[in-house]
């Protein structure tokens, strides 16, 4: 099993940068796909962004079609951390944000979310 916490959210003014923090349990930790989901109030839960392994022992990421260009996922396996680095945020970026951890798309370890917000 793992256990994941997220840290670094807030409030920032549009166009501005925050850098969220997945801290992860657990000796697999390496082995995990490991997502960022985002939910805005009144609205369904989306993916933001995803680091997973590759053929090769590769880690790749990817991203939803709004944020790419804008944010970056990086992974620390040493640290058992995952970040998502957000820049030129928008007022619609406002969420909380959750990391997840799982295999081959399913994520089953959930973090309690943190909030971020963004004003106009």
């Known amino acids: 099993q793992v256990q994941l916490v997220e840290s670094g959210g807030g409030l920032v003014q549009a166009g501005g940068s925050l850098r969220l923090s997945c801290a992860a349990s657990g000796r697999t930790f390496s082995s995990y796909d490991i997502a960022w989901f985002r939910q805005a109030p009144g609205k369904e839960r989306e993916f933001v962004a995803t680091t997973r392994w590759s053929r090769g022992r590769v880690y790749y990421a990817d991203y939803a079609d709004s944020v790419k260009g804008r944010f970056t996922v990086s992974r620390d396996n040493a640290k058992n951390t995952v970040d998502l680095h957000m820049n030129s945020l928008k007022p619609e970026d406002t969420a909380v944000y959750y990391c997840?951890?799982?295999?081959?798309?399913?994520?089953?370890?959930w973090g309690q979310g943190t909030q971020v917000t963004v004003s106009s």
């Open positions: 997840a951890a799982g295999y081959s798309g399913e994520f089953n370890y």
